[in-house]
């Protein structure tokens, strides 16, 4: 891989792509520090402290927003929204005829839904933006800190107008940086600012637990950590690659004194097909009862039971409901993402087969048992992964916002082996070797 990155760098158009997308990286990662006006920056960095990475509700928005969010920047919100907007538009084109017919349409159709996504993304930001300035008006969005109700000290409508317009602004931003990347630099930009903003929360998460720790002055804890993380890259990387192929054999045809088809490939159905969406489906299902019950007032049976079992992620109630959502999610968005029908139908009106298998229903039976088939250990294996946290919180006291939890280092992996499969392909466009060397 090291390899690959210093031959990049070697080639002029490449280092041109890898040096822009630095460039937007940097002025991303500016705006994450850069505060909103109408907010007294003293009380939210007094407040960030005394949370000591016990981030709540927050903590995975947070995540996302590469610490922004608890910080009240102009990129609070992050890229949040435009993947919230992704999701829904995607769960929608199953839903909607209009959509449907509009990715059938190739590129043209795409960028329609793609403007879609952009007006959808806005409106979410706004949403998200009047909610987070709700919260912090109120004090909760840092429980338990001396100075929260003082965050926002001017409760005028202006100012929180202007709060509202500069944090959506801010994802708009956001999101046209993320274009840039994909436009002129070295591509999947979303991804890659997505990316970025997990990973830099690696550096202080790793440090807050060295100087939590208690053995040979916290340096135990801190290399269990580190060898634990690599293990989990490891794993995370051998199951992501992992795919089931099925053959598919085309028949010949005589098109004049042509011959066409006759080839041999495959149909990749990767153990994750779902990817990391079912666990962010999962912990943004399982925030709402909490949320319900920091925002109501009085000490009802039904607030204290939710404070006593789903607050906490630790509790066995919360665990085992995680890992059911997680695993009901990710048949869900599989059952959702691939039809098995519509790639049988488009295998037969190509002439295309299954040795052993009969063209039309049969075909879709097929590739709908198998799917079946690999999503088991696929929903499996992302709900063991996703209760990482939990299991680092029972070992050795970490808090929930573990720095190699399941959400973070199935992103981190999956945008570095994207990113990498790239800058290879495209250095293999330049450097093409030959067979004779």
Same mark, same amino acid.
């Given at each position: 891989?090291?390899?690959?990155?210093?031959?990049?760098?070697?080639?002029?158009?490449?280092?041109?792509?890898?040096?822009?997308?630095?460039?937007?990286?940097?002025?991303?990662?500016?705006?994450?520090?850069?505060?909103?006006?109408?907010?007294?920056?003293?009380?939210?960095?007094?407040?960030?402290?005394?949370?000591?990475?016990?981030?709540?509700?927050?903590?995975?928005?947070?995540?996302?927003?590469?610490?922004?969010?608890?910080?009240?920047?102009?990129?609070?919100?992050?890229?949040?929204?435009?993947?919230?907007?992704?999701?829904?538009?995607?769960?929608?084109?199953?839903?909607?005829?209009? #959509?449907? &017919?509009? %990715?059938?349409? $190739?590129?043209?159709?795409?960028?329609? +839904?793609?403007?879609? *996504?952009?007006? /959808?993304?806005?409106?979410?930001?706004?949403?998200?933006?009047?909610?987070?300035?709700?919260?912090?008006?109120?004090?909760?969005?840092?429980?338990?800190?001396?100075?929260?109700?003082?965050?926002?000290?001017?409760?005028?409508?202006?100012?929180?107008?202007?709060?509202?317009?500069?944090?959506?602004?801010?994802?708009?931003?956001?999101?046209?940086?993320?274009?840039?990347?994909?436009?002129?630099?070295?591509?999947?930009?979303?991804?890659?600012?997505?990316?970025?903003?997990?990973?830099?929360?690696?550096?202080?998460? #790793?440090? &807050?637990? %060295?100087?939590? $720790?208690?053995?040979?002055?916290?340096? +135990?804890?801190?290399? *269990?950590?580190? /060898?634990?993380?690599?293990?989990?890259?490891?794993?995370?990387?051998?199951?992501?690659?992992?795919?089931?192929?099925?053959?598919?054999?085309?028949?010949?045809?005589?098109?004049?004194?042509?011959?066409?088809?006759?080839?041999?490939?495959?149909?990749?159905?990767?153990?994750?097909?779902?990817?990391?969406?079912?666990?962010?489906?999962?912990?943004?299902?399982?925030?709402?009862?909490?949320?319900?019950?920091?925002?109501?007032?009085?000490?009802?049976?039904?607030?204290?039971?939710?404070?006593?079992?789903?607050?906490?992620?630790?509790?066995?109630?919360?665990?085992?409901?995680?890992?059911?959502?997680?695993?009901?999610?990710?048949?869900?968005?599989?059952?959702?993402?691939?039809?098995?029908?519509?790639?049988?139908?488009?295998?037969?009106?190509?002439?295309?087969?299954?040795?052993?298998?009969?063209?039309?229903?049969?075909?879709?039976?097929?590739?709908?048992?198998?799917?079946?088939?690999?999503?088991?250990?696929?929903?499996?294996?992302?709900?063991?992964?996703?209760?990482?946290?939990?299991?680092?919180?029972?070992?050795?006291?970490?808090?929930?916002?573990?720095?190699?939890?399941?959400?973070?280092?199935?992103?981190?992996?999956?945008?570095?082996?994207?990113?990498?499969?790239?800058?290879?392909?495209?250095?293999?466009?330049?450097?093409?070797?030959?067979?004779?060397?």
């Amino acid at each position: 891989m090291l390899t690959a990155f210093a031959r990049a760098f070697k080639t002029p158009d490449l280092r041109k792509k890898l040096l822009f997308t630095l460039g937007i990286i940097v002025v991303y990662r500016v705006g994450t520090h850069v505060p909103i006006p109408g907010v007294d920056y003293t009380s939210v960095q007094q407040c960030v402290d005394e949370a000591s990475g016990n981030q709540g509700l927050f903590g995975l928005v947070n995540m996302f927003s590469g610490g922004a969010l608890l910080q009240i920047t102009i990129f609070a919100l992050g890229i949040m929204p435009y993947i919230t907007a992704s999701i829904i538009l995607q769960l929608l084109t199953v839903v909607i005829p209009r #959509l449907e &017919a509009l %990715k059938k349409e $190739g590129q043209a159709g795409t960028a329609k +839904i793609t403007q879609y *996504t952009r007006y /959808l993304t806005v409106a979410l930001a706004i949403l998200q933006g009047t909610g987070l300035v709700a919260t912090a008006r109120s004090g909760a969005l840092f429980s338990g800190c001396t100075v929260a109700g003082s965050i926002v000290p001017d409760r005028a409508i202006f100012t929180t107008i202007v709060m509202v317009i500069t944090m959506t602004a801010g994802t708009a931003v956001v999101m046209w940086l993320g274009e840039l990347i994909t436009d002129r630099g070295i591509g999947n930009g979303m991804s890659i600012l997505m990316f970025i903003s997990i990973a830099a929360t690696f550096p202080s998460a #790793l440090w &807050a637990i %060295k100087t939590q $720790g208690s053995l040979a002055d916290g340096w +135990i804890e801190f290399g *269990t950590v580190i /060898l634990v993380g690599l293990v989990m890259v490891g794993l995370v990387v051998f199951v992501e690659q992992a795919q089931r192929r099925i053959p598919v054999q085309y028949a010949k045809r005589m098109i004049g004194r042509r011959s066409y088809g006759g080839t041999s490939t495959y149909i990749p159905l990767k153990v994750n097909q779902a990817g990391v969406i079912p666990v962010i489906f999962a912990s943004s299902l399982l925030y709402i009862p909490a949320l319900v019950a920091q925002f109501s007032s009085g000490t009802s049976g039904w607030k204290t039971w939710i404070e006593a079992h789903l607050v906490k992620g630790d509790h066995p109630y919360y665990i085992t409901l995680y890992f059911f959502l997680i695993v009901f999610f990710a048949f869900f968005y599989v059952a959702i993402s691939f039809n098995p029908e519509e790639v049988a139908d488009n295998m037969k009106k190509y002439g295309g087969f299954i040795p052993g298998i009969r063209a039309g229903r049969p075909t879709a039976e097929y590739l709908s048992y198998v799917l079946n088939r690999i999503t088991w250990p696929g929903s499996l294996y992302l709900g063991l992964i996703a209760l990482v946290p939990t299991m680092a919180l029972a070992g050795f006291g970490a808090n929930q916002n573990f720095p190699f939890g399941g959400t973070s280092i199935l992103i981190i992996v999956g945008v570095g082996l994207e990113t990498v499969k790239q800058i290879e392909s495209q250095l293999q466009q330049r450097n093409y070797e030959g067979f004779l060397r």
